[in-house]
């Protein structure tokens, strides 16, 4: 049916003791907005994370199964894992801006991969700036510290500084929870112009959020996948008991 | 209920006012007593020159010599310990992210090494020298006052590290970088006041201290010209005048420390500017 940027099979996860991840098995498909959906517990920001192997910062975190970017298995992977986190922008539930500037923000993605000619920078920089429709806003200060931004602003910020690392896949941890409504909005409409050319993986508990701008749903309830489709069968025609029950709003 | 949560605010109000006065009193007292005894004995002479013949009986001559001796000790105790405790800071704050309990014993074990007390590593840094046949030396002093206040600004740094949010760690691992960037580069810059700080502790520290640098740098009335010259410090030179039973070079004890308590003074200012001046980039969460 899609083609699928990344596959997960029977995926396992444990904290400590506890069995977080319940034999996940999803596939994400290619430059759509994949939303994953659930009440708050349920393992949607885990799941997020273990793509890109942060979950690997603690120690208690055991994973088993197969999680699949492109066919190459990301898990048993000899690849170096900066390598792998490359390929996959995160935006967190706050924004997280670096401590320089704006403009080195955007540039330090860069950097880091060995582009340090200034005219590419500048034009870089110019060019995901606009992307996130933050140069007009900040092109006569790009030199400030990017903590002079609001919190909206930081968060374009973020997106344009993951953009520019050039990634195929765009991880965002309820991107707008911390956000007013006029800059989650911007960053809704954002990424459905991105979709075009990435590939947008969304955890939010929002479902005017999900109902917006979702091409495909992922619905987990504690720690398990219990239903996934395509937006539109998802909403219209939901087929599990508890999909149904949570699109009604019975829990959230 | 209400009268009591009333008297009860003023209780600790009441006690936290006491124990603010007690401390600024105790301050008060100690700035106010060196001043009024040092400041008249403080002079051009004292401050240029090396001590004359007969110096310690109150003949002429200055402590230029323990104020060089004690700026080139402290510098170069503090870079040392610097640069050999902010990768110490980082790498058990970063790299050895997933290793809680191996951090944990680190912590501990510096903490163990803070409450050692000077005169332990100066017997210490003795017995050092006395097997490699070194003699009484600035180097040696600086090696000594060095391990003295590693301990001290590592866990400082620490403690700054420590309090970056986690999220600031995970949005620079997914642009992709590597630890050392992180830890060079976000870590060092969100964390650069704090830094500066930590290094002014482990400054105030070894310009302080006299016991670890009685047996390792020793005493003299020259200025030091190289390292492995033994040189005079200004909480030495406090010590000997102190115990001089004329009154006037007791007096001149005094003296010396208002000299102390300026450089630590001038030198906590200059941190204090440079911490504001890089304080700007740093994300306030």
Not at chain 1, 8 to 18: A, R, S, T, V
């Amino acid at each position: 049916m899609h083609n699928s940027v990344i596959d997960i099979e029977h995926l396992n996860l444990y904290y400590g003791k506890q069995h977080i991840l319940k034999d996940i098995n999803i596939s994400i498909p290619a430059k759509k907005i994949t939303v994953i959906l659930g009440p708050s517990g349920c393992g949607k920001t885990t799941l997020l994370r273990s793509l890109n192997r942060l979950t690997e910062l603690d120690a208690s975190v055991k994973m088993s199964g197969k999680i699949f970017l492109n066919g190459q298995d990301l898990l048993s992977s000899k690849e170096d894992v900066t390598t792998i986190r490359k390929k996959m922008g995160l935006l967190a539930q706050r924004p997280y801006p670096l401590p320089m500037s704006i403009y080195n923000n955007v540039a330090y993605g860069l950097r880091i991969s060995g582009r340090r000619k200034k005219k590419f920078l500048n034009n870089r920089v110019e060019y995901y700036l606009r992307q996130t429709n933050l140069w007009e806003e900040v092109k006569d200060r790009l030199k400030e510290p990017a903590a002079t931004l609001s919190i909206g602003q930081q968060q374009r910020l973020c997106l344009a500084r993951g953009l520019a690392v050039d990634p195929q896949i765009i991880l965002a941890d309820e991107p707008t929870s911390a956000l007013d409504p006029h800059s989650s909005r911007m960053i809704e409409e954002k990424f459905a112009e991105l979709k075009s050319n990435y590939t947008i993986v969304l955890v939010t508990h929002i479902l005017r959020q999900a109902r917006n701008i979702a091409d495909h749903v992922i619905f987990m309830y504690m720690g398990q996948v219990v239903e996934q489709a395509d937006a539109r069968d998802f909403f219209d025609n939901p087929q599990e008991q508890q999909t149904k029950a949570y699109l009604q709003g019975q829990f959230y | 209920m209400r009268k009591i949560l009333k008297i009860e605010e003023r209780f600790y109000r009441v006690l936290m006012f006491l124990a603010t006065t007690f401390i600024g009193t105790a301050l008060f007292v100690i700035l106010f007593s060196i001043l009024r005894t040092g400041l008249p004995h403080l002079s051009w002479e004292m401050l240029s020159e090396i001590p004359h013949g007969g110096y310690y009986f109150g003949k002429s001559g200055g402590i230029f010599n323990a104020i060089v001796g004690s700026v080139y000790l402290s510098l170069g105790s503090s870079l040392i310990a610097f640069l050999v405790g902010l990768p110490i800071a980082m790498f058990i704050n970063i790299h050895l992210i997933r290793h809680t309990k191996f951090v944990a014993v680190i912590r501990f074990l510096l903490d163990l090494l803070w409450g050692v007390p000077s005169i332990v590593y100066g017997a210490f840094g003795f017995t050092i020298m006395v097997f490699f046949g070194m003699r009484t030396s600035l180097m040696a002093g600086i090696i000594t006052v060095s391990l003295f206040i590693l301990p001290i600004i590592v866990r400082a740094m620490d403690e700054v590290l420590r309090n970056v949010p986690k999220g600031l760690l995970e949005s620079s691992l997914s642009l992709g970088s590597t630890n050392s960037e992180i830890a060079y580069v976000v870590y060092f810059k969100q964390c650069l006041p704090g830094i500066i700080t930590a290094w002014l502790l482990a400054f105030g520290r070894a310009i302080g201290d006299a016991a670890s640098i009685l047996f390792t740098t020793g005493y003299t009335d020259y200025v030091p010209h190289a390292l492995n010259e033994p040189a005079a410090t200004l909480p030495l030179a406090i010590f000997f005048q102190l115990s001089s039973p004329i009154p006037e070079v007791r007096e001149r004890a005094y003296a010396a420390s208002a000299i102390l308590i300026f450089i630590v003074l001038t030198v906590s200012v200059i941190s204090r500017i440079l911490g504001c001046k890089y304080n700007k980039n740093k994300i306030n969460f």
